[in-house]
């Protein structure tokens, strides 16, 4: 089943700022379901960041204390489903039909592996629907943990060997004060603008680098500015947007 995977960055929908707390771009996701509806063709996966609906959750409980307290994953993963459910509206508003997959039940993370139920999204897509996941906090080894959106977008590629994997972002690569449309990641001049005054636990676009690096030899992968009207209409009809990750 050949699929093509949209990750939608928690910082494009979301507003990050330090200490705010659940507050979505609602007229971007908006925008964006509409791109989605537009230029729909074949089968597609969407996953989400958290953003504001889930760093600072974690960063109010800790990540030591959110392993066993489950209190805080309650409060985490229902700020993360809220977060799906606008997402889902806006697509359905839209036109189309998108199914909810919460990492929270779906997934868990066993000795460093992600761990999942292919067959889910098979069905659903087989039937018609857009699965739309999300980051959110799964079990594993040594109680909770976050399982980021980037984790998930990587490894639904690996599983179903999608041949394009898209990164919408709220900012671009840079490399020497210029945005690039090609970037290897053996690359050390990147360039990231991030501040103490975003709140980021899973790692900002070093991290998300680090993890694509994993599938960049096998899918074409594009790393682009999801602010900019059109980029995601055109990563979807399949255009090269924003910067073709090398591995």
């Known amino acids: 089943m050949e699929v ?11 507003n990050k700022r330090k200490g705010v707390f659940d507050r979505a771009r609602v007229r971007i ?31 109010k409980y800790g990540m030591e204390e959110l392993k066993r307290n489950i209190h805080g994953v309650s409060d985490t993963h229902l700020a993360c489903e809220r977060l799906c459910s606008i997402v889902c509206r806006a ?49 594993g080894d040594d109680g909770w943990r976050v399982l980021s959106g980037d984790d998930i977008a990587v490894e639904l590629a690996v599983s179903f060997g999608a041949r394009r994997v898209g ?43 680090k993890k694509v690096e994993r599938i960049a030899g096998s899918s074409e992968v594009f790393i682009f500015s999801g602010l900019k009207r059109g ?12 910067t073709r990750i090398l591995p």
């Open 167 to 209: 990164f919408a972002t709220n900012t671009q690569i840079v490399l020497n004060g210029r945005k690039v449309k090609e970037f290897s990641i053996s690359s050390s001049s990147l360039t990231e603008s991030r501040s103490s005054r975003v709140s980021d636990v899973t790692g900002g676009m070093q991290g998300k680098l």
């Open 29 to 59: 996701i908006e925008r964006i379901a509409e791109e989605i509806a537009d230029s729909l063709s074949g089968r597609l996966i969407i996953i989400h960041g958290a953003g504001s609906f889930g760093h600072p959750y974690v960063e």
């Open 4 to 14: 093509t995977i949209l990750k939608l960055g928690g910082a494009l929908i979301t």
């Open 91 to 139: 697509l359905i508003n839209s036109g189309v039909s998108p199914a909810p997959i919460h990492p929270f039940s779906a997934f868990r993370v066993e000795r460093g592996r992600i761990i999942f139920d292919r067959r889910i999204f098979t069905r659903l897509i087989e039937e018609g629907f857009i699965p739309v996941t999300h980051g959110d906090v799964v079990s």
């Open 231 to 242: 980029s995601i209409s055109a990563f979807l009809r399949g255009e090269s947007v924003g």
